[in-house]
């Protein structure tokens, strides 16, 4: 039984900061703090993001939001962001990314998870997360933000593309936003309109606002570049798989809408195509191992085919969770071809590919 309620741990941890630094000057081991911490309340660390699993809710057929608690470690954090989600499988630590929908000064937030057929984590956490578990979570990442102007919005979302620009929306209206936004959510079928009533309460109550479905599976329900045409609109966000975020931002250009534009994809990124690539030799310094790759896959997917288990997240060159040295070499960029070869620079190996041999601190 926890000796403080989450709430005066929450207090607690902003008067952690003598031990941090002590921690930081290797007088105390941060480990050893964290024991303490935690016999205390099991979600009170120094510096880790703890939270408590506080309420379920069903948003689609197969999206679930979760409602936690965070400790006091969480800080800065806005919606539309994602966080890395951690939880143990078999002895095996894994992580994921998700979507912020919502952020509270209390420390409590949402995230939605989207089911994925096959999906190690996803499932896990929608079928077998219970209320009242203590999980860990990363530090709040992303870029997107909400436009300064008060100038007409256009979202446009695909599929678990929704979530961030959901959480965006809400925290938007709230403050005050009072230029015309459009929401615009193509899925493939009926029932997986994700946050649908929350959504259409939003409409109900802030006149500006205006949410319309696309049925991808259904004969002419795919969103296209006459619904762009058709709405006046100053400001394009767009979210979900790559090929709808790289489609969608064609049309904008094409419409001459102006540069205001941000996008993110969630899918994971396709490997450039080359001719026929010799072997190359991969050295992990760090786990002293050697082993012979190629130059189309990317680094961390090797590292892994070789049984390494290197950090990661997102598998797509967002949250940054991989990044590791490129100790010497030359690595390519998955999604723009480009080389770097500097030793000792920070690399993705999630979307870096080796170009020819390469020595990697991993």
């Known amino acids: 039984m926890a000796l403080l309620s989450l709430s005066l741990a929450r207090h607690a941890a ?24 935690r016999s205390l309340h ?66 409590r937030i949402e995230l939605a998870i989207k089911r994925q057929p096959g999906g190690r984590l996803s499932n896990l956490l929608l079928d077998h997360l219970e209320v009242g578990k203590v999980i860990e979570l990363g530090q709040a990442f992303g870029e997107f933000v909400w436009p300064q102007e008060q100038d007409a919005v256009l979202l ?68 296209t ?30 419409a001459g809408r102006g540069t205001s534009l941000q996008s993110e994809s969630f899918s994971p990124l396709p490997v450039l195509t080359e001719a026929q690539t010799p072997e190359v030799l991969l050295s992990f310094a760090r786990s002293r191992q050697q082993a012979l790759g190629n130059g189309n896959a990317s680094l961390l997917e090797q590292a892994e085919a070789n049984g390494l288990r290197p950090a990661h997240g997102c598998r797509q060159g967002i949250c940054a969770s991989c990044t590791c040295l490129l100790l010497a070499g030359t690595v390519r960029d998955l999604r723009s071809g480009e080389l770097f070869a500097e030793p000792n620079q920070p690399i993705r190996p999630c979307v870096s590919a080796p170009h020819g041999d390469v020595e990697v601190d991993l």
């Open 156 to 223: 446009l979302a695909a599929g678990s593309g929704i979530t961030p620009l959901f959480g965006l929306l809400r925290d938007a209206l709230a403050r005050g936003f009072s230029a015309p936004v459009t929401l615009l959510h193509q899925v493939r079928r009926h029932g997986q309109q994700a946050f649908a009533e929350d959504l259409q309460a939003l409409a109900a109550r802030y006149t500006n606002f205006q949410v319309r479905w696309a049925f991808s599976a259904e004969a002419g329900g795919r969103l």
């Open 225 to 254: 570049a006459d619904h762009i045409a058709a709405l006046p609109a100053e400001h394009l966000l767009v979210c979900g798989p790559r090929g709808f975020v790289d489609t969608a931002c064609g049309w904008w250009r094409d």
């Open 14 to 37: 902003g008067g952690l900061q003598p031990l941090r630094r002590l921690c930081a000057a290797g007088w105390l081991r941060e480990a050893d703090i964290d024991l303490c911490l």
């Open 42 to 107: 099991p979600a009170l660390r120094l510096n880790r993001v703890f939270a408590r699993v506080e309420a379920r809710r069903w948003v689609a057929d197969d999206m679930l939001a979760l409602q936690l608690r965070c400790n006091g470690n969480a800080r800065d954090w806005r919606a539309g962001q994602h966080v890395q989600v951690y939880l143990e499988q078999d002895g095996v630590r894994h992580g994921r990314s998700y979507s912020l929908t919502s952020v509270a000064a209390d420390g």
